[in-house]
Nanobody, 124 residues
């Protein structure tokens, strides 16, 4: 059973930075994908970034390209989402998830394990 725990959220001013962490436990393999999603109040959960667990292939939502970076530390079984140049519209609960495919996955239906989420609030 895979378990995921996010951390690193908080309140930041527009233009600031945050780094989210996702600590995984259980059977994680190079055949898995890791994704970050977010959900703002009253909106659907949306794709943010994804990577193969090896970190060799990544993909990003257009809205965060050039500002967010996904990375993984395989030894620690931890994924990160570095978020720079934050905007008020980035405000949401951020979730990490693990899916069963050795490629980046952008569809949330392809993920089977989810963390509990961490709140990110960007003030203007």
């Amino acid at each position: 059973q895979v378990q995921l725990v996010e951390s690193g959220g908080g309140l930041v001013q527009a233009g600031g930075s945050l780094r989210l962490s996702c600590a995984a436990s259980g059977p994680i393999f190079s055949s898995h994908a890791l994704g970050w999603f977010r959900q703002a109040p009253g909106k659907d959960r949306e794709f943010v970034a994804t990577s193969t667990w090896t970190g060799t292939r990544t993909d990003y939502a257009d809205s965060v390209k050039g500002r967010f970076t996904i990375s993984l530390d395989n030894a620690k079984k931890t994924a990160y989402l570095q978020m720079n140049s934050l905007k008020p519209e980035d405000t949401a609960v951020y979730y990490c998830a693990v899916g069963w495919a050795p490629r980046p996955l952008t569809d949330l239906r392809q993920y089977g394990y989810w963390g509990q989420g961490t709140q990110v609030t960007v003030s203007s």
